[in-house]
Nanobody
Framework: VQLQASGGGLVQAGGSLRLSCAAS????????MGWFRQAPGKERELVAA????????KYEDSVKGRFTISRDNAKSTVYLQMNSLKPEETAVYYC??????????????WGQGTQVTVSS
């Protein structure tokens, strides 16, 4: 499956952004989807994930209550709504697809990443 992320940009601290990731090539609904981020000098980390039909979600602790992951299987798109953004959340955000939904999210496919910069 090919993944194309978009929606990144520059935002002030406390602001909001909505990331989108459009999928093509295989049946989107067969995959759990996730968003990762990687800040300079840091490891890539899972921010949020959503099950194949969207019934289950999981979030990294620091984003709970501020970020919302959702998906539209009819549009083969997954979203990440990010509110109350913090400067330390400046990173490249990647979408990813996992053919399994379990205790860990292990991507089979990655998108190209979109830069999110939060200014203080």
């Amino acid at each position: 499956v090919q993944l194309q992320a978009s929606g990144g940009g520059l935002v002030q601290a406390g602001g909001s952004l909505r990331l989108s990731c459009a999928a093509s090539g295989r049946t989107f609904s067969r995959y759990a989807m996730g968003w990762f981020r990687q800040a300079p000098g840091k490891e890539r980390e899972l921010v949020a994930a959503i099950s194949r039909r969207g019934y289950s979600t999981k979030y990294e602790d620091s984003v709970k209550g501020r970020f919302t992951i959702s998906r539209d299987n009819a549009k083969s798109t997954v979203y990440l709504q990010m509110n109350s953004l913090k400067p330390e959340e400046t990173a490249v955000y990647y979408c990813a697809a996992d053919s399994d939904w379990g205790t860990s999210f292990t991507p089979d496919y990655w998108g190209q990443g979109t830069q999110v910069t939060v200014s203080s």
